[in-house]
């Protein structure tokens, strides 16, 4: 993928989600909602402040994030779908336990 997001836009490739429950149920696609998890593939260099300076975003490339349901522009990029958001947009990084 040749693309860079610019200011404090990231870009997103949403995790696949379960096709089985727990109880081992297997989910159609039809009823499957869209997963709200994602990681993250490319950031901007950061948003400017009231003076003019750049302030770097406080997620990188690599990051597993949540964010909000209906949050991000769906692109296709190379025949990959891809979610492209602002930082707020994002809720948290989930961290490994």
Do not use: C, N
């Amino acid at each position: 993928m040749r693309f860079r997001p610019l200011h404090d836009r990231v870009v997103v490739k949403r995790v696949e989600q379960e096709t089985k429950t727990a109880g081992g149920i297997i989910i159609p696609d039809t009823a499957k909602e869209k997963p709200m998890e994602g990681e993250i593939v490319a950031v901007g260099p950061g948003a400017r402040d009231e003076s003019g300076k750049v302030v770097a975003l406080d997620v990188k490339a690599g990051d597993r994030i949540l964010f909000g349901k209906w949050s991000g522009t769906e692109v296709k990029l190379d025949g990959v779908e891809y979610l492209i958001m602002k930082e707020s947009d994002i809720m948290g990084v989930i961290q490994a336990a």
